[in-house]
């Protein structure tokens, strides 16, 4: 019998020596959740004001890509806390 189990095709990464994390843990990143908004030009931001929503393409209960420095490393959902809005990790890449 065959083993149907998948393959990855993409070469095995190398361990990264846990001092080197330590050394660069203080490094400062950014981190951003992305909406992404079709069909919105300069007209549709120079007529924003307090209380405008922007529709997005974005079905609501799908999840939305967190990107650290610009690349996506996982995925996230809104959830509200107390007054604030926050992001639950639903997925890591």
Do not use: Y
């Amino acid at each position: 019998m065959a083993d149907n189990a998948p393959t990855s095709t993409s070469p095995p990464q190398p361990e990264i020596p846990e001092v080197m994390w330590e050394e660069a843990a203080w490094l400062p990143c950014r981190i951003s959740c992305e909406a992404p908004v079709d069909h919105f030009s300069v007209r549709d931001l120079l007529e924003l004001a307090v209380g405008s929503l922007v529709e997005t393409e974005w079905k609501s209960g799908e999840d939305i890509p967190l990107r650290v420095n610009g690349k996506q490393i996982g995925w996230v959902e809104f959830e509200q806390i107390g007054n604030s809005l926050g992001v639950r990790l639903t997925e890591l890449l």
